[in-house]
């Protein structure tokens, strides 16, 4: 039996802001490496081209459902799971208490 904290996966709020700060900042770069265009990521991640493009260029806040896309996306990309790791946009922190399980 695996018995999880009901609170073992939940940031507070100003630990989600700044995951998704670090990822705003690195954007274009790990689109550049996962060489796809801003209407296909759009598409991807299941927003228009115009929000992707306000969030690329910080005229709009993601939300943490777009942060959470874009991660599971870049995570997948050969050119840029590592990288993702390496910038500190990839929520360890998260990935850590959602693996923190008690089996019993």
């Known amino acids: 039996m695996i018995i999880r904290n009901k609170m073992c996966w939940e940031l507070t709020q100003a630990q989600k802001e700044e995951y998704i700060q670090n990822l705003?900042?690195?954007?274009?770069?790990?689109?550049?490496?996962?060489?796809?265009?801003?209407?296909?990521?759009?598409?991807?991640?299941?927003?228009?081209?115009?929000?992707?493009?306000?969030?690329?260029?910080?005229?709009?806040?993601?939300?943490?459902?777009?942060?959470?896309?874009?991660?599971?996306?870049?995570d997948t990309v050969e050119k840029t799971s590592q990288m993702i790791r390496e910038l500190g946009v990839y929520p360890m922190q998260l990935v850590d208490q959602f693996n923190d399980v008690t089996t019993t």
């Open 24 to 74: 705003t900042s690195k954007l274009a770069a790990l689109r550049a490496h996962a060489d796809i265009s801003q209407e296909d990521l759009a598409n991807i991640i299941g927003t228009s081209r115009q929000t992707y493009y306000a969030i690329e260029n910080r005229k709009r806040t993601m939300s943490w459902s777009t942060y959470l896309s874009l991660i599971f996306f870049y």
